[in-house]
């Protein structure tokens, strides 16, 4: 069975099993938006997964995961509660093709998402950064891990 076919037939197993890695994970602003609005960003995120397996494209996985950095950075979220939105769901694929698909087609399933999913998070990651640099924010301030050091101070 083609990747996205079979994603697309394991959504709502995806989708639940990814939610619940997001409630273990207690990320704070995850919490608190809840259990729907975080259920909508997943389904997000997944339709994009699912867009560029179809259409063999990662610039709509890129060009959401750049909107996912604008909108959580500016509402306040650590980078890594985003990152691990994106882990949650890369995780919950993964078990269900290593479940339900058979080993010959492992290796194209998990390339796949990996690739799709890793050039999101690059994506979210970069665009983050880039943020933060030009808002001066404190937990990306560099200078306290050269304490000592000549020219730190």
Not at 16 to 26: G, I, K, Y
Not at 33 to 44: K, M, N
Not at 67 to 85: C, D, H, I, P
Not at 95 to 109: C, I, T
Request: no cysteine; aromatic share 6%; proline share 2%.
């Amino acid at each position: 069975m083609e990747t996205a076919a079979f994603l697309a037939q394991e959504r709502d197993a995806i989708l639940d099993e990814a939610e619940a890695a997001l409630v273990r994970s207690h990320a704070e602003h995850y919490e608190a938006a809840g259990q729907a609005e975080v259920r909508r960003r997943l389904e997000a995120l997944l339709d994009r997964l699912l867009d560029a397996l179809r259409g063999r494209d990662l610039g709509p996985m890129i060009g959401y995961a750049q909107e996912v950095a604008e909108e959580r950075f500016e509402a306040g979220y650590n980078l890594s509660e985003v990152q691990t939105a994106f882990n949650a769901l890369e995780e919950a694929t993964w078990q269900r093709v290593l479940g339900d698909l058979e080993p010959s087609q492992y290796a194209e399933a998990l390339g796949l998402v990996s690739t799709i999913l890793g050039a999101g998070k690059d994506a979210l990651g970069r665009r983050y950064v880039s943020l933060a640099a030009h808002t001066h924010a404190p937990s990306l301030d560099l200078r306290a891990l050269f304490a000592g050091t000549e020219g730190s101070e």
